[in-house]
């Protein structure tokens, strides 16, 4: 068993971590070239007949992306390399004629296929126990400053008056068919009059906070029911709700296990705080403040 586990080092896992290793130890050259480009990266080759490669070179990858990709080429390249092992080991059993050779050739394709096994258990066990932690974004939630309540959610300025409340109301109808047409559910009955306390509105509702809810209702195939919307008069004097706005609260419907509440905290990863400590989640396109526990305040 020893000399299988080190011959699967030696052929399959070990090129698979230098070639890991080598990756990052020369992307600060290449970040240091980058930055002394005062356009963005350089490319040494015109790329200006080449549509895709002018869109990789004009993006805005990170390096959390970078790593993720080196983890997925190093499995590739690993995988590859057994493959070109295997057939060395094959040629020589098919056109060895001394019964040692053919041995040693069986040694190898068992050799291979314990490393490739190996291999690929690493990716399958660690996305058994959490999708996530294959995800190398990792974030320290104490490590990051809160930032300002007015800078995580903007506040838009509405008029508190029923002629703005009315303008909502004409588009009220369109916005909660195409919501209902998507899944999406809205708790209450639009409010008809500033005074009205027990309504939700949707009319108006952000063009992004639309296709934010229908992609997060794809997503995570579970109950997603929006709870305040453009009703402004009912948030408080400083609130993020109103007319155009990306804001929408949605409840956490934690009596569903497999719920939106759990869907967010399993996959959404927590970005900062607001100024009562209250943990804001960032994903998809959307930021999840979980103001209470009714529901959550979403900025998309």
Request: contains cysteine; proline residues 5%; hydrophobic residues 45%.
């Amino acid at each position: 068993m020893k000399r299988v586990l080190s011959l699967a080092m030696a052929y399959v896992i070990l090129p698979a971590l230098l070639l890991t290793l080598f990756a990052v130890l020369i992307a600060p050259y290449f970040a240091h070239a980058a930055e002394e480009c005062k356009a963005g990266f350089c490319p040494l080759a015109s790329v200006d007949n080449s549509p895709k490669l002018r869109a990789l070179y004009d993006s805005d990858q990170n390096l959390v992306t970078y790593i993720n990709s080196l983890f997925k080429i190093a499995i590739s390249v690993g995988a590859i390399i057994a493959v070109i092992r295997l057939g060395i080991a094959g040629y020589a059993y098919m056109g060895g004629d001394m019964w040692g050779t053919k041995q040693k050739a069986k040694e190898i394709i068992t050799d291979v296929f314990f490393g490739l096994l190996l291999l690929l258990s690493i990716w399958i066990i660690l996305y058994q126990i959490n999708p996530n932690l294959l995800n190398l974004n990792i974030a320290f939630p104490g490590a990051v400053a809160a930032p300002p309540p007015s800078a995580a959610f903007p506040r838009p300025s509405a008029p508190r008056n029923q002629a703005a409340l009315d303008k909502i109301l004409e588009d009220e109808d369109v916005k909660r068919a195409t919501l209902r047409g998507s899944g999406i559910r809205i708790n209450k009955n639009p409010c008809y009059k500033v005074t009205d306390t027990e309504c939700t509105n949707v009319g108006l509702l952000g063009v992004s906070a639309v296709t934010g809810l229908q992609n997060l209702y794809r997503d995570c195939r579970c109950s997603v029911v929006v709870s305040g919307g453009t009703e402004w008069f009912r948030h408080g004097k400083n609130t993020a709700h109103g007319p155009n706005s990306p804001v929408v609260d949605i409840l956490k419907d934690k009596e569903d296990k497999g719920g939106l509440d759990r869907y967010i905290r399993t996959n959404g990863t927590i970005t900062g705080r607001d100024s009562l400590g209250r943990a804001i989640y960032s994903l998809g396109e959307g930021r999840f403040l979980d103001e209470d526990s009714a529901h959550w305040h979403v900025m998309f």
